[in-house]
């Protein structure tokens, strides 16, 4: 019995590096999970002391650690992923082997209840279809004319929270305001929808808290084996929250597709040519002659908004993370604003600036 024992923990072993290997071959992976039980006892250890809230905590640590090399994690029950970040490496798999970034049925399982048939967990061809229209939201014109009007305007409300906690003292952490004020943007600039969580509307700020929660406690399924029996059930906190926070994400989402819709339950014709988000995969849709679910749109709204505002928000905090860590970059970016704005600094900045 120990012989067969010991034999099947070889193959899983040599089973694990044939399957993690065949995509990374000539990268150097700095491994971050104990043998047998994985990343799950690392993670769980470190939110029981209070060292990591989240996953993401986790994994921000571990690249900080390890600094650009890749980072290789995997979870008790044979969940495995390897973490890129640095271009060069990016530039290797695609050059390699593509089938490296697909997403697989085991990602789209663990997180379906949120992301739907959206576009981060869709593959190949799903996959091309929602990526095409997106990006005919990033053409010069509607930077230009939409999106640099939007983010400008709501950036003068950002700059007066930030200059009332100056003014204070206070300390605060940035990702909250630029979490409500990407959120506010996305929702004009893709569904042309006008919320105010950044100014403190309280339904808007219960939608950012709530999605917040659902995102962070989703990833408690990469840890956590047999999470589909708790979730059945709903036997565990982190699946209540999961259950809980959907409804009110789905209820903030379902107010925008009602503006999409007639009396009569149809897509409005009033959509013709819109140039929100969900207008113009109305319009691919239209000359496909695809129908789209109303469960398929709400999918789109939630990825979009997950999209639009968590990697804006977070690029923004890592530049004022960046620019606290260098204060000589602080000064060079003034100099430069003050010759941008030529003395008026109650001019907004345009496109062209």
């Not at 009007?149 to 950002?158: E, K, M, S, W």
């Not at 943007?185 to 339904?203: D, H, K, P, R």
């Not at 209540?240 to 209820?251: A, Y």
């Amino acid at each position: 019995m120990m012989l067969l024992f010991v034999t099947l923990a070889v193959l899983a072993v040599l089973y694990y590096k044939v399957r993690i290997g065949r995509y990374t071959k000539g990268i150097e992976i700095m491994h971050t999970s104990q043998w047998g039980l994985g990343g799950t006892w690392v993670v769980a250890n470190e939110v029981v002391r209070k060292e990591a809230e989240t996953m993401f905590t986790y994994f921000y640590k571990a690249i900080k650690h390890h600094g650009w090399k890749p980072v290789q994690w995997s979870a008790l029950g044979g969940k495995h992923m390897v973490i890129l970040n640095h271009p060069d490496d990016i530039r290797f798999l695609a050059k390699h082997d593509t089938k490296a970034f697909i997403k697989g049925p085991e990602l789209q399982e663990l997180l379906y209840d949120v992301t739907g048939d959206g576009i981060f967990t869709a593959d190949g061809k799903d996959w091309k279809s929602q990526r095409v229209p997106v990006s005919h939201m990033f053409n010069r014109r509607l930077l230009r004319e939409r999106m640099s009007t939007v983010f400008g305007t709501h950036a003068q409300d950002l700059v007066n929270v930030f200059r009332k906690a100056a003014q204070s003292g206070m300390v605060f952490n940035v990702q909250v305001p630029f979490y409500c004020y990407t959120f506010d943007c996305i929702n004009m600039v893709a569904f042309n929808c006008e919320v105010n969580a950044l100014g403190g509307v309280q339904s808007d700020v219960e939608f950012q808290h709530a999605f917040d929660v659902l995102q962070n406690r989703i990833t408690d399924r990469f840890v956590t084996p047999l999470w589909q029996f708790f979730a059945k059930f709903q036997l565990t906190e982190s699946e209540r929250q999961i259950s809980k926070t959907t409804g009110i994400v789905n209820e903030h989402i379902h107010k925008i597709l009602d503006s999409y819709y007639n009396e009569a339950g149809e897509i409005s014709d009033a959509l013709e040519g819109d140039q929100t988000i969900t207008g113009l995969y109305l319009e691919a849709a239209k000359l496909e002659g695809i129908t789209y679910s109303r469960k398929f749109l709400r999918d789109l709204v939630f990825n979009t908004l997950a999209a639009g505002r968590d990697t804006t928000a977070s690029a923004l905090t890592s530049c004022i993370q960046y620019l606290c860590d260098h204060p000589e970059w602080q000064d060079k970016l003034g100099a430069e604003a003050k010759e941008v704005f030529n003395g008026n600094t109650q001019e907004a900045l345009t496109f062209d600036d």
